[in-house]
């Protein structure tokens, strides 16, 4: 069974706390943050493709391919001084993200009947994207993303 759909996807960074700040000659300096971080959040329309194999009347495996286009990734850039810490806000994403994407994606299912020619699914699933995060970059990354999937089928 093979099925053509429309969604949104949200993902997001979060950093770990840079916290190790070098002064020439190893001396401190009050101007110094004690930590830095950023949050960065992504947001996607997705055109998902996927084929479902049933391996009883109710579980399934389902797996496909989904293109992807990035319209948004708002990011906020943290620097935590002693007394405040101050946020920098951003809307803008480097010209090197990639803003069109291929993702694969699998899963695993339970649905169930809720009325006459109506079913109801759950599916934990993981979605990767093929083509990396970067455009043209020496070192590239691949997001992936463990989510559930709930819907309805109408058949």
Not at 90 to 107: I, K, L, M, Q
Request: neutral net charge; hydrophobic residues 35%.
């Amino acid at each position: 069974e093979s099925s053509l759909g429309i969604g949104y996807q949200r993902g997001g960074i979060k950093t770990k706390k840079f916290t190790d700040f070098v002064t020439p000659g190893g001396s401190s300096d009050p101007e110094l943050p004690e930590a830095t971080w950023s949050v960065v959040k992504t947001h996607s329309l997705i055109l998902p493709y996927r084929l479902k194999f049933k391996i009883t009347p109710s579980f399934y495996v389902r797996a496909g391919i989904a293109p992807s286009y990035l319209f948004a990734m708002p990011s906020v850039f943290y620097v935590q001084y002693p007394d405040e810490i101050q946020k920098t806000n951003s809307e803008d994403y480097p010209d090197h993200v990639r803003t069109v994407n291929v993702n694969a994606n699998f899963g695993v299912g339970y649905q169930f009947t809720v009325a006459d020619g109506m079913k109801a699914y759950v599916e934990p699933c993981f979605n990767t994207t093929l083509l990396g995060l970067y455009g043209e970059t020496v070192i590239n990354r691949y997001p992936f993303y463990l989510g559930a999937t709930f819907g309805f089928s109408i058949n």
